[in-house]
């Protein structure tokens, strides 16, 4: 597989809930940002549903929009895990990024799987999260 750098990402929580049910939890937020990138690039407006488990680690279940620069609406899904960076309380994150468009001008994000990495600051409303997303290309022939 072959990583191509797609964008930077930059999302800061606008509303959060931490929901306790007794083995870990759920979280309920949501997030807005940008998406910062020489081919995709535009505002994203995300609902975060994240489990919480037991041992410390989220999980990010994000689903939303990005609107493209040029007013392409684009659906985007990422799953993931977070881990706790001990030495700041920071979350540590990898997630997959799907997209889905009927906008013929990005046709091909449908067909694009991207992974973001990054770095969480606080779980908590004003919180930021800033990552690099790449693109997947097989290289399996």
């Known amino acids: 597989m072959e990583l191509v ?7 800061t929580y606008t509303a959060l809930e931490a929901l306790d049910h007794g083995n870990g939890g759920q979280l309920y937020g949501t997030m807005d940002g ?11 407006r995300l609902t975060n549903l994240a489990p ?3 041992d410390g680690v989220n999980l990010p279940t994000l689903r939303g ?16 895990i977070a881990t706790l960076r001990e030495e700041d309380g920071a979350r540590v994150f990898v997630t997959t990024f799907r997209f889905r ?3 013929e001008r990005y ?10 990495e990054g770095v ?6 004003g919180g ?3 990552g690099r997303l790449h693109e997947c290309r097989a290289t399996v022939r």
């Open 5 to 11: 750098e797609l964008a930077d990402v930059e999302l």
């Open 34 to 44: 940008r998406l910062t990138g020489d081919r995709l690039a535009g505002s994203l």
């Open 52 to 54: 919480r488990r037991a």
């Open 65 to 80: 929009v990005l609107t493209t620069e040029d007013g392409a609406a684009i659906w985007v899904e990422l799953d993931g």
């Open 101 to 103: 468009t009927g906008d």
């Open 107 to 116: 046709d091909w994000v449908n067909r694009t799987f991207a992974v973001l």
């Open 120 to 125: 969480l600051d606080s779980v908590a409303v």
């Open 128 to 130: 930021t999260a800033r």
